[in-house]
């Protein structure tokens, strides 16, 4: 087995079992892993729920090389399927299902995308500065440096990296490749530390993360994608089957948030006396709240300490008028 497989850690496994399994008893369950990686959920729900079948999504085409062949022992109850997460209907097709018993999303970047330097995810290791979830895809981080104006630079620094120093850091990059490409991890490293009040970068860690998470969720769409896949995900649950994201970002777990809480909530107007069928809800939260990984499991597993897990389940059909947008 390849080593990036070996190092996988998948986080909360237990817990995402123990919360899907129930919906994948029934014989012939279709479950979907729509951010397959390297396939460590999907082995786990598969195993031990043998009589469903898996289809697993991934952008990533080495992924879904890596997947396919720690999943080879299962034979055809693991399909592959090469797409965006959102293309949750897609999957469906791939096994001539109409809806599914159970969803799964672990977002934001894969292990192996992080282990293999030359991807450009990581502030660690000095490499192109590339962050492309799939390499099919046209545009890099490079790309997002040299191409965008300052106050573009500043809106994604701190929107989608929660960056305090986000103007500095736009502006050092804008003087910066003015002089000289910026083409590499290394140098933007540079230009962040540079940007940075030295009293900032003596604590927190790596001054650069908030930038390097920040770029790499522009350059691969990933809020666009997340926010068409939750409500692909919904519609496409069958009554009694289950969700399950694991988020690690604050804007990732907002979203899931409002969309399971609308559909949990009855929606009839305060002034009627009695609830209407449409509005009563569709979904039953299965988590209090978001859920953290234990003590444990984030020292055991450094990808775990941020992860935020919300769980629902489809109790009947939406009606046309709650339909998620």
């Known amino acids: 087995m390849n080593d990036a497989v070996e190092r996988h850690v998948p986080v909360m496994l237990d817990r995402c079992v123990e919360l899907l399994r129930p919906a994948l008893d029934p014989s012939g369950a279709i479950a979907i892993d729509a951010t397959l990686g390297l396939g460590g959920h999907a082995e786990a729900l598969l195993a031990s729920s043998p009589g469903a079948k898996l289809v697993g ?6 992924a879904i090389r890596l997947a396919t062949e720690r999943l080879a022992p299962f034979g055809s109850r693991f399909t592959a399927h090469r797409a965006e997460y959102d293309d949750i209907a897609g999957a469906l097709r791939a096994v001539g299902a109409t809806r599914a018993d159970a969803i799964l999303f672990d977002l934001g970047v894969s292990s192996m995308q992080i282990d293999e330097a030359d991807r450009g995810f990581s502030y660690a290791a000095d490499a192109p500065l590339d962050m492309r979830m799939s390499r099919d895809d046209p545009w890099t981080a490079a790309d997002l440096v040299r191409d965008e104006d300052e106050s573009t630079l500043a809106r994604i620094l701190a929107e989608y990296g929660e960056e305090r120093y986000a103007p500095r850091i736009a502006r050092a ?10 083409g590499r991890t290394g140098d933007l490293v540079e230009i962040v530390r540079g940007a940075i009040p030295a009293a900032a970068r003596a604590k927190g860690g790596n001054p650069a993360k908030r930038t390097f998470q920040a770029l790499r969720i522009a350059v691969n769409d990933e809020l666009g994608i997340l926010s068409r896949a939750i409500p692909a995900a919904l519609e496409a649950t069958a009554v009694g089957g289950r969700i399950v994201v694991l988020s690690y970002h604050s804007l990732e ?16 107007p305060r002034l009627l006396p009695v609830t209407r069928e449409e509005d009563r809800p569709y979904l039953r939260l299965l988590t209090r709240g978001a859920e953290k990984a234990s003590d444990a499991e984030a020292e055991r597993n450094p990808r775990s300490a941020s992860v935020r897990l919300r769980a629902a389940e489809r109790i009947r059909e939406t009606p046309p008028s709650r339909r998620v947008a």
């Open 173 to 182: 990059i804008v003087r910066r490749r003015a002089i000289a490409p910026i």
């Open 253 to 268: 777990d907002r979203l899931v948030k409002r969309a399971f809480a609308a559909g949990a909530e009855d929606q009839t």
């Open 57 to 62: 999504i991934d952008r990533d085409g080495e």
